[in-house]
């Protein structure tokens, strides 16, 4: 079981539909990460939430961090083929220095 | 140069061979980081250096070796390398905020 459990682990949609997925745990992170990853490429930072509550936009994707600060969702409006990758969660936890724990990762495919 | 260089792009490798994969960044970031990617295991934390001249212990560690002798360089030596250790290795640095990666190294263990 990972600390970070991301869902849905696939999502297969249409250009032009909206989606989320979440990312959870039963512990408390001082921040949480969002990348996206494409094929053969390292993972590329999109945001960075801090705040519990926090939400951050990057143009047609909003980021959330819960309340809490055990959980976070990223969702995207009016998917294109573009956004097309693999996204990933990553948390800080408290006195673990700038280490990060990963989820396991939503594979998004935008069909056009 | 930009951001961090990784090498060999790819690799097959008999078993029981010593390797050793090259991570150099040009950012002067003081932290560096070795991650595994596997389908449906994400990425796990082999080893990482918060500073030049100190490394420490991940999640998965066992059969892998790392030194930061310097700032720039982080290279991670498997001594005796197995099958189980076939995966796609990426490097990754921060100063103290998002990682910068690398694009992996993707290795194959025969």
């Known amino acids: 079981t990972q600390l970070l459990e991301q869902s849905p682990q696939f999502l297969s949609i249409q250009e032009g539909e909206n989606l989320t997925v979440y990312c959870n745990s039963s512990?408390?992170?001082?921040?949480l990460q969002w990348y996206r990853q494409e094929p053969g490429e390292g993972p590329v930072l999109l945001v960075t939430?801090?705040?519990?509550?926090e939400v951050k936009k990057l143009k047609r994707l909003t980021f959330q961090f819960g309340d809490a600060r055990k959980d976070s969702s990223l969702h995207i409006t009016a998917a294109q083929p573009g956004d097309t990758g693999l996204y990933l969660c990553?948390?800080?936890?408290?006195?673990?220095?700038?280490?990060?724990?990963f989820g396991g990762g939503t594979r998004l495919m935008v069909k056009p | 140069i930009a951001g961090i260089t990784q090498a060999p792009t790819s690799q097959i490798l008999a078993a029981g061979r010593r390797m050793t994969l090259r991570c150099t960044q040009d950012?002067?970031?003081?932290?560096m980081y070795w991650y595994r990617q596997d389908l449906g295991l994400g990425l796990r934390l082999i080893h990482y250096?918060?500073?030049?001249?100190?490394?420490g212990k991940g999640e998965v560690p066992d059969g892998y070796s790392v030194s930061r002798a310097n700032t720039d360089d982080f290279p991670l030596t498997l001594a005796s390398a197995v099958p189980s250790q076939t995966s796609v290795y990426f490097c990754?640095?921060?100063?103290?905020?998002?990682?910068?990666f690398g694009s992996g190294t993707r290795l194959t263990v025969v």
């Open positions: 512990s408390v992170f001082s921040s």
């Open positions: 939430v801090v705040t519990g509550g």
């Open positions: 990553a948390g800080e936890r408290n006195n673990a220095g700038n280490m990060l724990t």
């Open positions: 950012m002067r970031h003081n932290a």
């Open positions: 250096s918060n500073t030049a001249g100190t490394t």
């Open positions: 990754a640095s921060s100063d103290g905020g998002g990682y910068t």
